[in-house]
C-alpha cells in the first residue's frame, strides 16, 4: 500500500515562513493529484491547496497569494511553502493523494499522519 508521510511543521512567529513535505512511499505505482488539507481545532478540516501531476494548481482564498503547492513527480514528494504565516494558518496540516498501489490496483485516497504548525509570538 501507499504510505504518506509529512514533515516540517513547528512552530513560527507571525509573518515568518514554513516548508511542508510529504513523500509517498511503499507500493506506489501512480499518483494524480495531490493535496494539502488543514484543520485547526474546533473546526472543520479544509481544503488549502491542491496540485495536478502536470503542475497545475488550485488554493483556498483564505491561503492564495502566500502559499505555493509544488510537487516532484520522480520523488513522489508534495511540498507546500507557506509564507506570510498568520495566527489563523495554525492547524494540523494534513497531505492526500489519489493514488494507485499496483496497476491494477483502483485509484485512492491516502492520507498522511499530519504535521502541527503553529503560528504565535
Known amino acids: 500500500q501507499v504510505q504518506l508521510v509529512e514533515s516540517g511543521g513547528g512552530l513560527v512567529q507571525p509573518g515568518g515562513s514554513l516548508r511542508l513535505s510529504c513523500a509517498a512511499s511503499?507500493?506506489?505505482?501512480?499518483?494524480?493529484?495531490m493535496r494539502w488539507y488543514r484543520q485547526a481545532p474546533g473546526k472543520e478540516r479544509e481544503l488549502a491547496a491542491t496540485?495536478?501531476?502536470?503542475?497545475?494548481?488550485t488554493y483556498a482564498d483564505s491561503v492564495k497569494g502566500r502559499f505555493t503547492i509544488t510537487r516532484d513527480n520522480a520523488k513522489n514528494t508534495v511540498f507546500l511553502q507557506m509564507n506570510s504565516l498568520k495566527p489563523e494558518d495554525t492547524a494540523v496540516y494534513y497531505c492526500?493523494?489519489?493514488?494507485?498501489?499496483?496497476?491494477?490496483?483502483?485509484?485512492?485516497?491516502?492520507w498522511g499522519q499530519g504535521t502541527q504548525v503553529t503560528v504565535s509570538s
Open positions: 511503499g507500493s506506489v505505482f501512480s499518483i494524480s493529484r
Open positions: 496540485i495536478t501531476t502536470g503542475g497545475a494548481t
Open positions: 492526500n493523494a489519489d493514488a494507485k498501489a499496483y496497476f491494477y490496483s483502483s485509484p485512492k485516497a491516502y
